[in-house]
């Protein structure tokens, strides 16, 4: 070197290290370098990562990810050459290519983060040297039976779930995911042998509900959910079709078949109690759809495969998970801000509630156990001012109604036919519903939903006292004579325009609106029943006395309504 180009090299030189220089600052301060460096030297390092990580630099290791894709599969041939060629023992061959496929499953976790791509395209990989391979080795070669491929494809998804849980590997468990639940729906329909990978599936869904409990790979959650419903139902709907059409089956017993679908049920029902209880997450649509589906598998399968004996077992099982929703809807769930828990537990605790008492009890039991839970639920709904367990209390009684034959009955009494004298149970319906109705008011408040309900409780209870005072007046009349259709008739008529006016009086005076309401609702059943029943009699003496009737309680329910109104002044709902 020149002397004279000296002074040029000690500029080179200088500059390279100003450059150095800065680039330690803005590793090391980065919020300090924003302000202590020139604008210039900080745009040219920033410019410079910039320009290493474009998107051509990015394609230049593309083509190198995919050529060692290709040399993977071409391994895999290689391995299947010597497989056919016999100069290996099959087994040994076989040993081999699983560990093949895993070796490049473990690459693939193996990765430098932030190469996604490149851990895609291994995984892939993996999954295209397995795959095929337990295809053929388990349908075409006959070497491994369609329990030791699910035992791989089992280990297989073991094995990539634990690769990629230290490093959170995404895109791995998704591609890993597909390739298992692929492989295991294939197998599962050419076999026959469906337990194996319905096994798989199984354990499938309790790897990603376990990971979902880290709120780990969410997004892959529905992917196996859908997999595995598929397969657990089309289990329940091939056993259960005639054995005529599924020869080629293998026989399992009943435990077996039931085992999938308590096992699905088990699965996602924990998950949802451990997401919403202890986390405090807020249960997505997919989780709440996912357990009822699961539950209904799991019921499906007890009905098909354990009619009786099994029915009973799951409907205590439901008894003995209502009380817990129950604590959970009200006890955990109680905030404002936790509508949807609430409402999705609430809602199970009735379900389950009413499902478990048809299961396992007797009519005279249901209807006595179900009138118990509504005047239980109405008496805590007022207690805690809480409407929903109001409204459960109703659909307690709706069910009452329905399980001891009362809502025949009154439909019977108020239309048509009159039918046969009733069971006493349908008396005690009718009293927990007089109970419940006078408890309601100290619930509803002035909002639209309370009048609503308030108005249904009425109705109900109308409906009940209705029934009794026909039946009892039919049964004084036959003291006296055999009653016929049209005294019958005329005896509805009378104690629906009785009640009209009862009504119309004690409603306004009770504060009850919605009294006064059922008023109205009245007349026009009263309007109904004289064009379709009264008229179609031809007796004309019993139609006078019909229309006599509903004439004097049009002219009388207002004048009562404005009376009862103008001595007690009206309260807004709002204010009780």
């Known amino acids: 070197m020149k002397m004279d180009e000296l002074p040029e090299v000690l500029t080179r030189l200088n500059t390279r290290l100003d450059a150095l220089e800065n680039r330690v600052v803005l590793l090391e301060h980065p919020s300090e370098a924003l302000t202590v460096l020139p604008a210039p030297v900080l745009s040219e390092i920033q410019l410079a990562p910039a320009i290493a990580s474009s998107s051509f630099a990015q394609s230049g290791a593309t083509f190198p ?9 071409a391994g895999a041939y290689l391995l299947r050459y010597i497989a056919e060629s016999g100069s290996f023992p099959k087994l040994a061959a076989v040993a081999l290519a699983i560990a093949y496929a895993l070796a490049w499953l473990i690459w693939a976790a193996r990765v430098p983060v932030g190469q996604w791509f490149a851990s895609t395209i291994y995984a892939g990989t993996s999954a295209l040297i397995l795959v095929p391979m337990l295809w053929e080795l388990t349908l ?3 070497v491994l039976v369609p329990t030791a491929a699910a035992t791989v494809l089992g280990a297989f998804a073991i094995a990539a779930y634990a690769l990629a ?12 995911s597909i390739a298992v639940v692929i492989a295991s729906i294939a197998l599962f329909a050419t076999t026959h042998d469906m337990m194996p990978f319905i096994a798989v599936l199984l354990l499938m869904a309790f790897l990603s509900e376990a990971a979902s409990y880290r709120n780990r790979w969410l997004s892959v959650r529905p992917l196996v959910a859908v997999a595995v419903d598929i397969a657990v139902w089309a289990l329940i709907f091939t056993y259960s079709s005639p054995q005529s059409s599924r020869a080629d089956y293998p026989s399992i017993g009943t435990g077996a078949l039931l085992s999938p679908a308590i096992a699905l049920f088990l699965i996602y029902g924990t ?7 202890p986390l405090r997450s807020t249960i997505t649509l997919f989780e709440a759809g996912q357990a009822m ?4 598998l799991a019921f499906d399968a007890t009905l098909h495969f354990a009619p009786s004996v099994g029915a009973t077992l799951f409907g205590s099982v439901c008894l003995l998970l209502s009380p817990p929703c129950y604590a959970a809807a009200f006890g955990r769930f109680n905030s404002t801000s936790e509508h949807r828990n609430f409402h999705l537990f609430a809602t199970w605790s009735v379900a389950l509630f009413l499902l478990g008492c048809f299961l396992c009890l007797t009519p005279v039991w249901i209807a006595s156990c179900l009138g118990l839970a509504a005047i239980t639920a109405t008496l805590l709904g007022a207690w805690t001012s809480r409407l929903t367990l109001a409204f459960h209390g109703f659909v307690y009684l709706i069910a009452a109604a329905f399980a001891s034959g009362l809502s025949q009955y009154s439909a019977h009494a108020m239309a048509g036919a009159f039918p046969s004298p009733p069971s006493a149970i349908i008396w005690v319906v009718s009293a927990a519903m007089l109970l ?9 408040g002035g909002q639209w939903k309370g009048v609503a309900f308030q108005t249904l409780s009425a109705t109900m209870a109308v409906v009940a006292v209705a029934t009794a005072l026909v039946s009892a ?5 036959s003291v006296l004579v055999v009653p016929g259709r049209t005294q019958v008739a005329v005896i509805r008529t009378l104690t629906a325009c009785a009640l009209a006016l009862a009504l119309a009086y004690l409603g306004p005076r009770w504060q009850r609106f919605e009294l006064v309401w059922v008023t109205y609702a009245t007349l026009a059943f009263v309007a109904a029943k004289l064009l379709f029943e009264d008229l179609r009699q031809g007796h004309p003496e019993f139609i006078a006395a019909s229309i006599f009737l509903y004439a004097v309680t049009l002219i009388l329910v207002p004048q009562l309504v404005r009376k009862s109104s103008s001595r007690r ?5 709002a204010s009780r």
């Open 65 to 73: 990810v995919l050529g060692k894709a290709m040399l993977g599969l």
């Open 140 to 142: 075409s070669f006959n």
């Open 165 to 176: 849980w230290k490093r959170n590997l995404t895109s791995v468990i998704w591609v890993e």
């Open 271 to 277: 998950s949802v109690a451990l997401r919403t209880l």
């Open 293 to 296: 589906i699961a539950f209904l």
């Open 436 to 444: 419940c109705y006078a408890v309601v008011g100290q619930i509803a």
């Open 473 to 477: 007046l039919v049964w004084l009349t």
């Open 569 to 573: 002044p009206a309260i807004p709902p």
